[in-house]
């Protein structure tokens, strides 16, 4: 086997594992390198995604719904459950086996393509007139030379000073996401994706969760009338959200840890809980790359310099992912990837910022793109919007699950669609229509006049765009 390589990925996650497969269909000789273990120690591709963040958590995030709806609102649909109980090793052995899936996926996906995988870390060991050598640490510890060099390492959660993650008491999303036991006081720092995400998994299974954010406003990325909505409905489940909170002191004990934090007000709290899951973001992953020695460029945060097209300092090293600028999501990495590859082969490979949709999957869903009203307000530019109520929808009654909207922004001139924003049942996928809708520069009024099939919540987004010009047919 050839150690020589047109491109070496360093990193199996969403970014790395989509950039190698595009690398090989466009006919480069093509390597990918990736480290994480599953628990029997052998490869297991996908990256944060796939091991411990959006798989296995939308994996507990369905389980746990199901378990939330047999307890309380399968009775409306006249089925009655007697004796319900909750097997949690069961639901995170069947969480495990959804990883597993999509790991041996992966490396399917390299065996059809030639991908040749390595299972290893990956570091830069120096570079001469053939290209970059790669050294790889592993079970087996060799050199690989590769004419380019697509880094897409990732990145990893955030710590609070003071606070490391020990994964028995204070969590990360990797332990939070393996709880062998329900705990009955459970605390979580930050009520961004993973907090919400994560909270409304074990609130459902029987927790009692608050939720501590530093911040004065909830969800303040995303629309103002959307966060409102989602955070009356999260209150009215049960989740505690405090916000404005200053973290203090926290204190790991034998069986539980305590936090102290003033509230909004500055009056001092003390609150102690069963275990804490800490989720105030992510830092980029360069641990290991030995970027110093091969000059390569770090940004004032940490995060691998790149320009437009993700290129770094260094000729024919690119980025991809949580490891450069921009959102951190799987997705626009996977985007990324495939333009860093056709980018190599010549071609002009794109990624729209501006259209990456967002989505966080709790119950209702909030999925959104483009601009907030909160947005356009402040950058002065003049818009018209249109909401339609899921109460209004057929459909959404007759799923029993009414909550939340559609909303459309459009400029006020031309009608392009600026932003879409949606809370409710289905929100993931709903999003999909207005992504490619702005897209191609659709106008509120094109999508007002597309025929939607009939009931179905893809009509609260057709209502919503009829909205806008004020004349929705069911509301």
Same mark, same amino acid.
């Given at each position: 086997m050839s150690k020589n390589f047109d491109v070496i990925v360093i990193g199996g996650g969403p970014g790395g594992y989509i950039a190698a497969i595009r690398a090989a269909q466009l006919g480069f000789n093509t390597a990918c390198i990736d480290e994480w273990k599953n628990a029997a120690g052998g490869p297991a591709p996908g990256g944060t995604c796939t091991n411990v963040g959006c798989i296995p958590s939308k994996a507990l995030l369905q389980s746990s719904e199901n378990y939330e709806h047999a307890g309380h609102a399968f009775a409306d649909h006249g089925i009655e459950v007697k004796g319900l109980s909750l097997n949690l090793g069961q639901m995170l052995a069947r969480k495990d086996g959804v990883v597993k899936q999509n790991n041996d996926g992966i490396l399917y996906l390299f065996k059809k393509n030639k991908v040749t995988f390595f299972h290893g870390r990956g570091s830069f060991a120096g570079s001469d007139g053939n290209g970059y050598q790669i050294k790889l640490a592993g079970a087996k510890e060799e050199t690989l030379?590769? &004419?380019?060099?697509?880094?897409?390492?990732?990145?990893? $959660?955030?710590?609070? $000073?003071? !606070? !490391?993650?020990?994964?028995?008491?204070? *969590?990360?999303?990797?332990?939070?996401?393996?709880?062998?036991? @329900? $705990? &009955?006081?459970?605390?979580?720092?930050?009520?961004?994706?993973?907090?919400? /995400?994560?909270?409304?998994?074990?609130?459902?299974?029987?927790?009692?969760?608050?939720?501590?954010? #530093? *911040?004065? #406003?909830?969800?303040?990325?995303?629309? /103002?009338?959307?966060?409102? /909505? !989602?955070?009356?409905?999260?209150?009215?489940?049960?989740?505690?959200?405090?916000?404005? %909170? &200053?973290?203090?002191?926290?204190?790991?004990?034998? &069986?539980? @840890?305590? @936090?102290?934090? !003033?509230? /909004?007000?500055?009056?001092?709290?003390? @609150? %102690?809980?069963?275990? *804490?899951?800490v989720s105030i973001g992510r830092v980029p992953n360069t641990i290991g790359l030995n970027a110093d020695g091969i000059g390569l460029k770090l940004d004032e945060r940490g995060f691998i310099a790149v320009d437009g097209d993700c290129k770094t300092n260094l000729p024919n090293v690119w980025a991809v992912g949580d490891v450069v600028r921009g959102p951190m999501l799987a997705h626009k990495a996977e985007e990324e990837g495939v333009a860093v590859a056709e980018r190599i082969a010549g071609q002009h490979g794109h990624v729209n910022f501006n259209t990456i949709p967002w989505v966080i999957y709790t119950s209702p869903e909030i999925a959104w793109v483009g601009k907030t009203e909160q947005q356009l307000k402040a950058e002065g530019v003049a818009y018209k919007a249109g909401t339609f109520p899921f109460l209004a929808n057929g459909r959404a009654r007759a799923l029993g699950d009414t909550s939340g909207m559609v909303k459309f922004l459009a400029d006020a001139k031309s009608d392009e669609i600026l932003g879409v924003h949606i809370v409710g049942p289905m929100a993931s996928e709903l999003i999909s229509e207005a992504v490619v809708a702005m897209e191609f520069r659709a106008s509120a009024e094109d999508i007002a006049r597309i025929c939607h099939a009939h009931p179905s919540l893809s009509e609260a987004t057709k209502e919503a765009a009829l909205a806008v010009d004020k004349r929705a047919l069911n509301f």
């Open positions: 030379t590769g &004419k380019h060099i697509v880094i897409a390492t990732g990145s990893n $959660p955030r710590a609070l $000073p003071n !606070a !490391a993650f020990d994964e028995k008491l204070i *969590l990360s999303n990797t332990g939070a996401l393996a709880i062998d036991t @329900v $705990p &009955k006081k459970l605390g979580i720092i930050g009520a961004g994706v993973i907090g919400l /995400e994560m909270g409304s998994v074990w609130r459902r299974l029987g927790a009692d969760v608050t939720v501590l954010e #530093a *911040l004065p #406003a909830f969800l303040g990325a995303v629309d /103002e009338q959307i966060a409102k /909505e !989602a955070h009356k409905m999260f209150t009215k489940q049960g989740l505690k959200i405090s916000l404005g %909170v &200053k973290i203090g002191s926290i204190t790991p004990g034998k &069986k539980e @840890v305590t @936090v102290d934090y !003033a509230d /909004e007000k500055g009056i001092a709290q003390k @609150v %102690v809980f069963d275990k *804490l899951i």
